[in-house]
């Protein structure tokens, strides 16, 4: 067993608290905003660029993640209508910051005719990469509670400002997830380049990523929604169901170079 004896909050001053989830969240951006332009330097797509399309993508994420999560427990927000804007207070869901944030950037690009695809592709480390840094400070805090396990790896939060459950033992989900998201970080970066069609990578990352989701959330405690499933679930199929086909058709579609080829 592993114990976390760890304060979730670094500092409070007034009212103000500031917390290991907003430090790592915040450094998780950064991170894969950095990763990002580093992947598309020496491309039509500028710093500047980059930059635009993260700020979108930020303010898209943020609200996506708590839309998606007010609607995983609505029970609990219909009744407290006014808890829905209470951000400070912790509730979001990385779906909704992935779907929403995408949307965002994908809009902004189509307005402004810039390459859809190839900024995808190098979006989808950098989002990643962000992901699993941002996935450090939940490990500390203990928000999204793992079911009981006795496992030898299996974690037990004791420190009284925990928002872990105290005295239980359990899985320890979102380090699994992020030990999932650098393996898929590890594979997105080796497949780039490598692909004949721009937006490859990214369908790649959508699938990779739903299908560990799907799985390591049979070891969180979560609203189940429909088939004994949990929200996080339902989106992970419906991740693959679409991004499955899409990437295959990219990966099997024909390169410009061979396109050429084929036209001489």
Do not use: C
Not at 55 to 81: E, Q, T
Not at 229 to 245: C, G
Request: hydrophobic share 50%; glycine share 12%.
């Amino acid at each position: 067993m592993i114990t976390i004896d760890l304060d979730p909050n670094i500092i409070t001053i007034g009212a103000f608290t500031l917390a290991w989830h907003g430090v790592f969240s915040a450094v998780g951006i950064i991170a894969g905003i950095w990763l990002t332009m580093r992947l598309l330097r020496g491309t039509e797509i500028s710093e500047d660029d980059v930059l635009t399309l993260a700020l979108w993508s930020v303010v898209g994420g943020i609200i996506g993640a708590r839309l998606f999560h007010v609607l995983d427990v609505w029970d609990f927000y219909s009744k407290n209508p006014g808890q829905i804007i209470a951000i400070n207070e912790g509730g979001l869901s990385i779906y909704g910051a992935i779907v929403v944030g995408t949307l965002t950037v994908v809009i902004v690009m189509l307005i402004k005719h810039w390459p859809v695809g190839k900024f995808l592709d190098a979006g989808a480390p950098g989002l990643v990469l962000g992901q699993a840094i941002g996935r450090i400070g939940d490990v500390i805090n203990g928000e999204h509670h793992g079911t009981p396990t006795d496992w030898p790896i299996g974690v037990r939060y004791i420190h009284p400002n925990t928002l872990g459950e105290p005295g239980k033992t359990v899985h320890l989900a979102v380090g699994y997830e992020m030990v999932w998201d650098l393996i898929v970080l590890a594979v997105l970066l080796r497949l780039r380049g490598r692909m004949p069609s721009d937006g490859a990578v990214f369908a790649i990352y959508t699938a990779l990523y739903g299908f560990g989701r799907f799985f390591i959330s049979f070891t969180r405690v979560d609203t189940q929604v429909a088939l004994g499933l949990s929200q996080a679930q339902i989106i992970a199929l419906i991740l693959l169901v679409v991004s499955v086909p899409i990437a295959l058709l990219l990966v099997n579609r024909p390169g410009r170079e061979q396109i050429a080829r084929a036209d001489t």
